[in-house]
């Protein structure tokens, strides 16, 4: 029996209507791939930039949405590197080859011709087929042609994977490692349907199944089962924090995002999973998420133990919820302040000469919904506490009232309090 599909796009019909949860799923989007191209495209040295941009369950390319045609996430890919080509074209003095290829993969051939009669009704029609790729196929089938087609676009393996499956079965982890393992510079961004699994969870054959590409096997199974039946009130947030780790370690993922997408129509919950091999590209999607205050959601802590539970600690433990607003930002700046000391006082390190702002960065980040900034404010917060001091790369005193840059190195203050919490 085919799959019920959830959205329908054929041509000549009215495009289905964009529900909120996408909306935001799309700004996040749109404002990752503006900083994106801004960032590759910062060094005045570089002549070029070589990018493949891959849309796996590309859908319709456009919705319905209070009366107005809204753009699907092919057309916000083609019309982002398009105004970025039109930037450059005005600000550069020197040439600049800006070779973007586009694949969008869709299974439904109709959902398909949709996108190409979009494509083909839209300033990008001459591109069709030059540099934009439609392949009705499954993102799988597919994959091994894509990422033989990144690997020969020259210019360092550069690709993007928009993966924005309904559930959580359709990109295996399986796939994901394949993308990590053959290219150089990729980065996924990924929807997976977390609740679909708690809501269903089972020991059915069928429902085995179904979770076999997230690689859960029976055990898997009977220790979220376990969670749920003995969590009390925690136990959703147990079998979240469960497939999180799962996610991460069975992907090898390097660096890693993955909060919630904030409906207030729905009660669906699912993720969106960033996957990068820099730690910076990973603080930049978690910019976007406190940018769109409000569209994400994060349940659970606000240091550096995001995840963490302590199964001895009364239930009065759980978090609340973490919005990206401002008191996120008040509570990520305290749970910092109490928890980077013990790595700063490190006594191996401090006989080292101390910790860079980007060494703890690049420690914590898979680990904590904070940010770059965030991070270099708890130690400047520190600093104004008396307990450590901040120098840059080149050894100087970082003058009292600025921020910390990525190099700056961290160092117990030379007096600090006796009454210091962490003495
Ligand atoms: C959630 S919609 C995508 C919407 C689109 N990414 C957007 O934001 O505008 C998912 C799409 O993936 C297609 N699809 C489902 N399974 C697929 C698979 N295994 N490979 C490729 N496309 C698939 C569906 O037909 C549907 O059009």
Redesign the pocket.
């Known amino acids: 029996m085919a799959k019920k599909?959830?959205?329908e796009?054929q041509v000549g019909s009215t495009p289905p209507p964009l529900e909120e949860h996408?909306a935001a799923?799309?700004a996040v989007f749109r404002s990752y791939l503006q900083r994106y191209i801004e960032i590759l495209t910062s060094d005045p040295r570089h002549d070029g930039l070589a990018l493949t941009l891959v849309?796996?369950?590309?859908?319709?390319?456009a919705?319905s949405y209070q009366g107005q045609i809204r753009p699907?996430?092919?057309m916000i890919l083609l019309d982002e590197i398009a105004s970025a080509q039109a930037v450059f074209a005005a600000k550069r003095t020197k040439p600049f080859h800006f070779r973007p290829e586009f694949i969008f993969?869709?299974?439904?051939q109709g959902?398909l011709e949709h996108l190409r009669d979009i494509i083909a009704r839209s300033p990008h029609a001459p591109n069709l087929g030059t540099n934009i790729h439609l392949l009705n196929?499954?993102?799988?089938d597919a994959l091994p042609t894509v990422i033989d087609s990144v690997q020969r676009h020259r210019g360092g393996h550069r690709a993007l994977f928009?993966l924005?499956?309904?559930g959580y079965g359709?990109v295996s982890l399986q796939a994901i490692r394949t993308i990590l393992d053959s290219l150089k510079n990729p980065e996924i961004i990924l929807t997976f349907n977390v609740d679909f699994i708690i809501a269903f969870l089972s020991e059915d054959d069928s429902f085995l199944r179904a979770v076999m590409p997230a690689e859960l096997g029976v055990d898997h199974i009977r220790a979220m089962l376990a969670l749920r039946d003995n969590g009390g009130r925690e136990a959703r947030w147990l079998i979240q924090n469960f497939l999180y780790r799962h996610l991460q370690e069975r992907t090898g993922a390097p660096y890693y995002t993955c909060f919630f997408i904030k409906s207030p129509k729905s009660h669906r919950s699912y993720w969106l999973v960033h996957i990068s091999k820099h730690p910076r590209a990973r603080d930049e999607m978690a910019n976007r998420h406190w940018e769109l205050t409000n569209h994400f959601i994060h349940h659970g802590r606000a240091g550096t133990q995001m995840l963490g539970f302590d199964p001895g600690k009364p239930i009065g433990q759980i978090p609340l919820d973490f919005l990206f607003d401002d008191d996120a930002n008040a509570r990520s700046k305290s749970a910092l302040m109490a928890e980077l000391p013990h790595r700063i006082f490190d006594a191996r390190r401090v006989a080292a000469g101390g910790v860079t702002v980007g060494t703890l960065f690049t420690e914590i980040c898979n680990t904590t919904p904070a940010t770059i900034t965030r991070v270099s404010d708890a130690i400047v917060g520190l600093r104004a506490e008396g307990e450590v001091q901040i120098y840059t790369a080149d050894g100087k005193e970082r003058p009292r009232t600025q921020n910390c840059a990525w190099g700056d190195v961290i160092l117990p203050a030379v007096q600090r309090s006796m009454f210091s919490p962490f003495t």
């Open positions: 599909q959830k959205y796009w996408s799923k799309h849309d796996g369950f590309a859908g319709g390319g919705y699907g996430s092919p993969i869709e299974q439904q959902t196929d499954a993102f799988e928009f924005d499956q309904y359709d």
